[in-house]
Antibody, heavy 122, light 109 residues
Framework: QVQLQESGPGLVKPSQTLSLTCTVS??????????WSWIRQHPGKGLEWIGY???????YYNPSLKSRVTISVDTSKNQFSLKLTSVTAADTAVYYC??????????????WGQGTMVTVSS | QTVVTQEPSLTVSPGGTVTLTCASS?????????PNWFQQKPGQAPRALIY???NKHSWTPARFSGSLLGGKAALTLSGVQPEDEAEYYC?????????FGGGTKLTVL
């Protein structure tokens, strides 16, 4: 059973870079057909998709965050990572990693990590 | 900027039926937007319920169903249980991009 676990600092200073890692267990991140996403949720608000990295290494980012976001993969560690630069208080949120994949009728999200709270504050 | 719109809140009685909808600012939602639906309870991560309009995951209770209705994606709960009280989010695919709706807070009362 594939599981995802986010990790990283819970506190980041303004203007610095937020760095999070999602560890995949129970399966290989290199398995074909999977999109590995980062999603965030501001306190008391809805979900915001940040971007994904495909198993091949290609990426796609939310246009509203594209200039500050980098998602990368480390297949040797079975992990993928998020870097968000020049953070402000507006980046304070719970950050989730999740998986979706292509099916014959479209795409399906299935597995989510438990989420990690990141606060941007000096 | 693409916007996906859901009802902010709905209330349903236990045992009743309720339909939540998901609209796109770009026009009618079709199966090509691969609508997904998620349930989120306070303090928990979202849980996937429906994918590609109407397909259920193995863990999705039978009382949840997905469809297209009047140009929108729809999630119907039939025979609502108290434990169905939660926030529900839809997600649509726009090529490579994924966009979440703002969520519907479902109250079972």
């Amino acid at each position: 059973q594939v599981q995802l676990q986010e990790s990283g600092p819970g506190l980041v200073k303004p203007s610095q870079t937020l760095s999070l890692t999602c560890t995949v267990s129970g399966g290989s991140i290199s398995s074909g057909g999977y999109y590995w996403s980062w999603i965030r949720q501001h306190p008391g608000k809805g979900l915001e998709w940040i971007g994904y990295i495909y198993y091949s290494g290609s990426t796609y980012y939310n246009p509203s965050l594209k200039s500050r976001v980098t998602i990368s993969v480390d297949t040797s560690k079975n992990q993928f990572s998020l870097k968000l630069t020049s953070v402000t208080a507006a980046d304070t949120a719970v950050y989730y990693c999740a998986r979706d994949y292509a099916v014959t009728t479209g795409n399906a999200f299935d597995i989510w990590g438990q989420g990690t709270m990141v606060t941007v504050s000096s | 900027q693409t916007v996906v719109t859901q009802e902010p809140s709905l209330t349903v009685s236990p045992g009743g039926t309720v339909t939540l909808t998901c609209a796109s600012s770009t026009g009618a939602v079709t199966s090509g937007y691969y609508p997904n639906w998620f349930q989120q309870k306070p303090g928990q991560a979202p849980r996937a319920l429906i994918y590609s309009t109407s397909n259920k995951h193995s863990w999705t209770p039978a009382r949840f169903s997905g469809s297209l209705l009047g140009g929108k994606a729809a999630l119907t709960l039939s025979g609502v249980q108290p434990e169905d009280e939660a926030e529900y989010y839809c997600l649509l695919y726009y090529g490579g991009a994924r966009v979440f709706g703002g969520g519907t807070k479902l109250t079972v009362l």
